[in-house]
């Protein structure tokens, strides 16, 4: 065994001393042929020998030996193969520029000479990349052809060539498959069998192209991508399909009515009207491609016009809404709300929510509360888009302005409006709103006065703290906040990748502002020990997010002198700067951190400072269940 791996590592440096040498020789030396051809030979034989001792080595090798010698640790075969394509490349390089030069001198004088006058029309083309083949049915036979036309059918590559280029073809699944493979001519067309079994399977790369053509979705609302996608996608099924010798010259009909089937209601039309002049006739499939290809460059003409007003009246409104602020307030979780596009979002039935008939039985009032809530646009009530984003050309058959019939108000609903906007300012609300300016803004825009709202301008600290996580990754310095309006733990995705945590799967929905819900999949647990009283340790079960809350606090904040803060133990030094939020504590632990105890001083202003125990974390996983938490928020 030490023999022949010592012979191993003897030929791996004859070969790469060769090498070396060849690009040491001079250039008339290397033009000749007959040197090239000659090292040719000797690298063949070269390889031949380091082969066959490869195949003696792993036959006489004990498993444990294959796992610990350093020969198979270090992958001298394959760095041998590696090495030996470089310089038979190399080698071939040289030849064919010889060749070349020997054609060219051997070319007929008289026929140079007619070539003078004729300019050099080659063009160099950029080189030809494999295409990666990453285990998809409807990617393999694009990728068969290009890799049977490139490499397995040229004569010129060697087996260890060719099984080189094939497993960097491959990712995903494809190349788990081969990774065991060692590159080596022998293995080759077993390698190519192996994966052409797997994938070159008509029945399952048919029904991978129906799935794909059945399957694409609805177009709700007219849009030049959508368009675009269903014939590009519909083109390259068909096409896939004849690769697959399977005619599809007869399936005009079909192919038509599934195609329209998934239009939206005015391309519908627009096509029923196209092919309305010769409606006996069954239409051509070509006919529906020439219309689709029109109907989507039109589309992308009225989006970038529409897209130019929208600016523009972006710009106008924000000059005429300067005075009016908008305040985002805190949470403790971000509540992402989606509906269904065919799906009510007042009783969630099979309808859109001006077929509804409980949203009719309403006040006016309370569907645009409802409306507001539910973040509908004012004018079409969809759920996709707001108002100043809507396409839709209609508007109120009672007064023609831009907001939907259902949410217009009547002269006895404004009173109605008023008064109640009265009652709720003599209850101390702090929104105030002037009659005659909220008369005005009804008749501008509805929006105006359910979407935004005068606020002052400042804001509230929350109670953050420095934490100092340790994992096996080394010691980090993070941030949490704590929140007794929560009634559980988070940690955001970030931080868990960060520290290394392991994650224990849950299934449960949390519950925030509005009723949202979120879905929650994984929970870690993590111990926190204070950093100003040592020894004191608490464990907290925390419940994994994507992202917490946005950076807090919302701007930089000035402290006052006179708190002389600077001279308490801060949990978190920089809590009048912005910064990222990475751990929620929540009411489960808030009892526990909080240490006893206030700071007062005799000033105008605030005189409380509650003190928290900033903490130090490290990583474990969460064993309980969990089927589903309320989270309460603040504004």
Known sequence: ?????????????????????????????????????????????????????????????????????????????????????????????????????????????????????????????????????????TEWQSFYDMFVSLIHENYTLSAVQKLHYLKSSLSGEPE???????????????????????????????????????????????????????????????????????????????????????????????????????????????????????????????????????????????????????????????????????????????????????????????????????????????????????????SCRKCGKKHHTLLHFEKGDKEAFNILKQNDSSKGEPQQCNNEETSTMNERNVVANFSRQDLKNYNVLLATAVVKSNSKNGSYVIRALLDQGSQASFVSEDTVQLLGLKRTNVNGKVSGLGDGQMVIKHAVSIEVESRHVPGKVICVNAYVLKSLTSLLPGHEVRIPDWLELKTLPLADPGFASPGKVDILLGADVYGEILLSGKVIKKHAGPDNVTRVVSVKCKGGYLKRPVSKLCVLTKS
Not at 108 to 119: F, I, P, V, Y
Not at 324 to 349: I, P, R, T, Y
Request: hydrophobic share 35%; glycine share 2%; with cysteine.
């Open 176 to 394: 788990v498959l081969l990774r065991n493979f060692a590159t080596t001519s022998a293995n080759y067309k077993e390698a190519w069998e192996q994966l052409t079994k797997r994938y070159n399977n008509k029945r399952y790369n048919c029904n991978a192209i129906m799935k794909t053509l059945f399957g694409q979705k609805n177009i709700q609302h007219e849009s030049a991508n959508s368009i675009r996608h269903l014939l590009d996608t519909t083109t390259s099924c068909l096409k896939a399909l004849n690769n697959l010798n399977i005619g599809t010259e007869q399936w005009d009909a079909v192919i038509i009515h599934l195609v329209v089937s998934k239009l939206d209601h005015e391309s519908h039309r627009q096509w029923e009207n196209y092919i309305s002049t010769a409606s006996d006739e069954l239409p051509k499939w070509s006919q529906l491609e020439q219309f689709l290809e029109t109907r989507f460059r039109t589309l992308e003409m009225i989006d970038t016009s529409k897209q130019t007003t929208s600016n523009k009246m972006t710009i106008q409104s924000k000059g005429l809404n300067q005075a009016v602020k908008a305040k985002a307030f805190h949470s403790a979780l971000n509540v992402k709300q989606s509906s269904s596009e065919q799906n009510c979002a007042m009783c969630n039935g099979s309808h859109f929510i001006y077929y509804c008939i409980q949203f009719k039985k309403l006040p006016v009032l309370e569907r645009q509360n409802i409306a507001q809530t539910k973040r509908l646009c004012f004018n079409c009530l969809a759920p996709t888009h707001p108002v100043y984003k809507c396409h839709q050309n209609t």
């Open 1 to 137: 065994m030490e023999r022949l791996i010592k012979g191993q590592q003897e030929l791996f440096e004859q070969l790469r001393k060769a090498e070396r040498n060849l690009k040491k020789a001079n250039h008339e030396v290397r033009a000749k042929s007959s040197y090239l051809i000659a090292r040719m030979e000797a690298l063949n034989k070269l390889e031949e020998a380091f082969n066959q001792n490869h195949l003696e080595i792993v036959a006489i090798a004990t498993e444990e030996q294959m796992e610990t010698l350093q020969y198979f640790q270090d992958d001298l075969q394959d760095s041998f193969q590696e090495s030996f394509i470089q310089y038979k490349a190399l080698l071939k390089e040289y030849l064919d520029y010889t060749d070349q030069n020997t054609t060219i001198h051997a070319i007929d004088a008289n026929e140079n000479a007619s070539n003078k006058n004729q300019g050099n029309s080659e063009v160099q083309l950029p080189r030809i990349q494999l295409p990666i083949f990453s285990g998809k049915y």
